[in-house]
């Protein structure tokens, strides 16, 4: 039977233009990953998480989301989408389309 957090990946990185799904604790531990993503991006992916931390905006709980948009030599382009809910730093790779 699959953890919860198996179940949450394979839902996401079912939906469109989703090529990979990573989430990791804030100490950069991959706590799992599908797709098209290295669990290398984990500790990366928590620092972030933990610099966004320090910038709230102004009457609101709410933490920062950060996105990161990668363009290659040919057409491929990628979206890295990064998000902190409780202790788990999540990140969705989303391919762009024109």
Same mark, same amino acid.
């Given at each position: 039977m699959e953890t919860a957090l198996q179940e949450k990946l394979k839902q996401a990185i079912q939906k469109p233009? *989703?090529?990979?799904?990573?989430?990791?604790?804030?100490?950069?531990?991959c706590l799992g990953c599908k797709g098209d993503v290295? $669990?290398? @991006?984990?500790?990366?992916?928590?620092?972030?998480c933990e610099e966004a931390n320090?910038?709230? *905006?102004?009457?609101?709980?709410?933490?920062?989301?950060?996105?990161?948009?990668?363009?290659?030599s040919?057409?491929?382009? $990628?979206? @890295?989408?990064?998000n902190q809910t409780d202790q788990v730093c999540t990140g969705i790779i989303k391919d762009v389309r024109d």
């Open positions: 233009n *989703v090529s990979g799904v990573i989430c990791s604790d804030m100490h950069g531990l290295s $669990k290398k @991006l984990a500790g990366p992916m928590a620092a972030m320090k910038v709230r *905006v102004p009457n609101s709980e709410r933490l920062l989301a950060i996105a990161i948009e990668a363009y290659g040919n057409t491929d382009a $990628k979206t @890295l989408l990064v």
